[in-house]
Antibody, heavy 125, light 111 residues
C-alpha cells in the first residue's frame, strides 16, 4: 500500500525559501505523476503543481516563478521549493499521487488518489 | 482561470436522508474527448482529502455506491443517497480541464 510522507521545516522566515520533501513508500515513484496541494488555515485547497518521474512539471500560474517541483527517483522523493515566501504561504502542504484512472486516447485521466497526511508550514519572523 | 462555485457552503443533514451538493464552473468542463473533467473530494475532520468521484461520475475505488456524481457543461451535483454519520466533513469539487482549481468547499454536518 503506497504511503506518502511530507517533511520539512515547520517555520520559515518571510522572504526566504520554503523547502519540503515527500517520501514515497510502498510503490514505485517511476510510474506516476506527483502533486503538491496546500490549504491555508481554515480555508480551502489550492493546487500548486505536479511533477512526472521523467521530470516534466506543471505548476499553478498564480505562483508565478516562485515554485519549483522536482523528483529524485533514487530516493523516491518529490521536492517542493517556494521562494520569497510571505505570510500568505502559511498552510498545510500535502503531496498526493496523480494516478491514471481511465484511458483517454493516447493518455489517461488522472486524479489525486492517494494523499499524504500533510505538513504545516508557518511563515513568520 | 476556471472558477468553481459550490453551494451550499454548509449543509446540515439527517442520517438516512439524502443530501446534494452543487458545483458550478465558470466555463464548460466538457473535454474534447466527450468526458467531464471534474473530481469530488471529501476531507473528513482532521484528515487529508480523499478522492470520491472522478470524471464527473466515476466512483473511486472503495467509495460506497450511495455516493454519485452527475452533471454536464457547467453544472454538477454530488449526491449522497442515504447519509451516514461517517460522511461528515468538507466536500470539494475540482476541475481538471485547465490548471486545477477547487471549489470553496461544502461543510456537511449532522443535524
Amino acid at each position: 500500500q503506497v504511503q506518502l510522507q511530507e517533511s520539512g521545516p515547520g517555520l520559515v522566515k518571510p522572504s526566504e525559501t520554503l523547502s519540503l520533501t515527500c517520501t514515497v513508500s510502498g510503490d514505485s515513484i517511476n510510474r506516476y505523476y506527483w502533486s503538491w496541494i496546500r490549504q491555508p488555515p481554515g480555508k480551502g485547497l489550492e493546487w500548486i503543481g505536479y511533477v512526472h518521474y521523467s521530470g516534466t512539471t506543471n505548476h499553478n500560474p498564480s505562483l508565478k516563478s516562485r515554485v519549483s517541483i522536482s523528483v529524485d527517483t533514487s530516493k523516491s522523493q518529490i521536492s517542493l521549493k517556494l521562494t520569497s515566501v510571505t505570510a500568505a504561504d502559511t498552510a498545510v502542504y500535502y503531496c498526493a499521487r496523480l494516478k491514471g484512472l481511465r484511458p483517454l486516447g493516447n493518455n489517461y485521466y488522472h486524479a489525486l488518489d492517494v494523499w499524504g497526511q500533510g505538513t504545516t508550514v508557518t511563515v513568520s519572523s | 482561470d476556471i472558477v468553481m462555485t459550490q453551494s451550499p457552503l454548509s449543509l446540515p443533514v439527517t442520517p438516512g436522508e439524502p443530501a446534494s451538493i452543487s458545483c458550478r464552473s465558470s466555463q464548460s468542463l466538457l473535454h474534447s474527448s466527450g468526458h467531464i473533467f471534474l473530481d469530488w473530494y471529501l476531507q473528513k475532520p482532521g484528515q487529508s482529502p480523499q478522492l470520491l468521484i472522478y470524471m464527473g461520475s466515476n466512483r473511486a475505488s472503495g467509495v460506497p455506491d450511495r455516493f454519485s456524481g452527475s452533471g454536464s457543461g457547467t453544472d454538477f451535483t454530488l449526491k449522497i443517497s442515504r447519509v451516514e454519520a461517517d460522511d461528515v466533513g468538507v466536500y470539494y469539487c475540482m476541475q481538471t480541464l485547465q490548471t486545477r482549481t477547487f471549489g470553496q468547499g461544502t461543510k456537511v454536518e449532522i443535524k
